[in-house]
């Protein structure tokens, strides 16, 4: 076979590369990315409805079901799940109140009007016993001058008597005295309890303004907080920084410092490229698609280690007047190895492709973009930096 002059465009192939990567950078700053449940929060859930909601139809489609719920009060997000009829999952973002209601027991409250009208039931009762030692007192203190006065006049001893008994009888009128409660009323008690809905319970009352509560079922919810969807943000970040320290920390102990930055910077472009289609198409950016990106960090990387391997095996016979044929040379002599191998990965990943719906589908999607990518960076960029690099830096590098 004739071998194929991949260096004759290699300019036009980099200034395409260098156009995807600013046009990726533009949308991140006029967009930014939809960021998935994972990483911003929020309820997802599964739920099917029955054929009699369906109507006479038989189905219904994902946008109908998101109109419904949209002017029941819910912005969410609808997907029909294609392997069972009339079941979609659907997410929608949680407020802060939200995400505190859904982890609260909706039984404490009505503790606090429980509570408020318990203490005041306990101050009253201080209260009279309060009066009942003042008015023990100061009966304490009638009997002593009741009877230092018998001591020294007989004659009071019956208007002792009398006052001792109007005294008693002043005591027990007291002690049998209690502080009426007006009862609550059930509007009253109504107004003090507040009603706590979470966010699967509004799902629900916004489904059953359409439907009878036995026309639809929630088959499973799952509920993302902010903490944790901060925390995935995070483990995602530091878990692709980890993966480029560790591939430039092995081509450099495998190969030379440069061969590690060619291979960078091949799967950098890879990475730039699956952020670019994610942008431009408006999809959410999940885990999935975080999957996605470091399943192409090892195939990008598989790809062009062999590809710089067979550079650096036939590097000695050729000179640096000669880069250009040496890597074209390289190229042709992997190219059948590299067709197969992105090929017969691409079929299986194009099966997964028509074979599912929803999440998974716009993850093989975005496998098959990267596949694609690495197999294009492996022939364009990584060597395109290998050239540029022996003939400006190591020229610089070798003159001074």
Not at 9 to 19: C, R, V
Not at 89 to 116: C, G, H, M, N, Y
Not at 189 to 199: F, G, I
Not at 332 to 341: D, E, K, M, S, Y
């Given at each position: 076979?004739?071998?194929?002059?991949?260096?004759?465009?290699?300019?036009?192939?980099?200034?395409?590369?260098?156009?995807?990567?600013?046009?990726?950078?533009?949308?991140?700053?006029?967009?930014?990315?939809?960021?998935?449940?994972?990483?911003?929060?929020?309820?997802?859930?599964?739920?099917?409805?029955?054929?009699?909601?369906?109507?006479?139809?038989?189905?219904?489609?994902?946008?109908?079901?998101?109109?419904?719920?949209?002017s029941s009060g819910l912005?969410?997000?609808?997907?029909?799940?294609?392997?069972?009829?009339?079941?979609?999952?659907?997410?929608?973002?949680?407020?802060?109140?939200?995400?505190?209601?859904?982890?609260?027991?909706?039984?404490?409250?009505?503790?606090?009007?429980?509570?408020?009208?318990?203490?005041e039931t306990t101050e009253t009762t201080e209260t009279t016993e309060t009066t009942e030692t003042t008015e023990t007192t100061e009966t304490t203190e009638t009997t002593e001058t009741t009877e230092l006065q018998n001591s020294q006049t007989p004659e009071t001893t019956d208007n002792n008597n009398n006052n001792d008994s109007s005294t008693e009888d002043t005591q027990s009128a007291s002690s049998d005295v209690q502080i009426p409660f007006?009862?609550?009323?059930?509007?009253?008690?109504?107004?003090?309890?507040?009603?706590?809905?979470?966010?699967?319970?509004?799902?629900?009352?916004?489904?059953?303004?359409?439907?009878d509560e036995t026309e639809f079922s929630i088959l499973q919810s799952r509920l993302v907080g902010s903490v944790l969807s901060a925390e995935n943000r995070t483990n995602a970040i530091w878990t692709s920084l980890v993966v480029l320290v560790l591939i430039i920390g092995y081509l450099t102990l495998r190969f030379e410092?440069?061969?590690?930055?060619?291979?960078?910077?091949?799967?950098?472009?890879?990475?730039?490229?699956?952020?670019?289609?994610?942008l431009l198409l408006g999809d959410e950016l999940t885990i999935l698609i975080i999957v996605a990106i470091l399943t192409t960090f090892g195939y990008s990387v598989n790809d062009t280690i062999v590809l710089l391997d067979r550079i650096r095996e036939e590097t000695p016979t050729?000179?640096?007047?000669n880069y250009k044929k040496l890597v074209n040379l390289a190229i042709?002599?992997?190219?059948?190895?590299?067709?197969?191998?992105s090929f017969t990965t691409l079929a299986v990943v194009m099966a997964l492709y028509l074979a599912t719906t929803g999440d998974y589908r716009i993850f093989s999607f975005y496998l098959i973009i990267g596949l694609l990518s690495g197999t294009y960076s492996s022939i364009y960029i990584a060597p395109t930096f290998l050239f540029l690099w022996n003939r400006y830096v190591r020229s610089f590098l070798e003159t001074t």
């Open positions: 076979m004739k071998d194929i002059n991949f260096f004759k465009f290699h300019y036009f192939f980099l200034a395409l590369s260098f156009a995807i990567v600013v046009a990726m950078v533009v949308l991140l700053t006029v967009r930014g990315f939809n960021y998935g449940t994972d990483f911003r929060g929020g309820l997802e859930a599964t739920v099917v409805l029955t054929e009699t909601a369906a109507g006479e139809v038989g189905t219904i489609d994902s946008e109908t079901l998101r109109e419904q719920l949209a912005n969410t997000e609808v997907q029909e799940i294609l392997t069972r009829q009339n079941t979609f999952l659907i997410r929608f973002a949680i407020s802060e109140a939200d995400e505190i209601t859904a982890v609260t027991d909706p039984e404490k409250t009505t503790e606090t009007t429980e509570t408020t009208e318990t203490t007006a009862p609550v009323t059930e509007s009253e008690e109504a107004e003090n309890k507040t009603e706590v809905l979470t966010p699967a319970t509004k799902l629900k009352q916004a489904l059953a303004k359409h439907y410092f440069p061969f590690a930055l060619a291979a960078i910077s091949a799967v950098i472009y890879d990475v730039m490229v699956i952020l670019a289609f994610v050729y000179t640096s007047n042709n002599r992997v190219l059948g190895r590299t067709i197969i191998t």
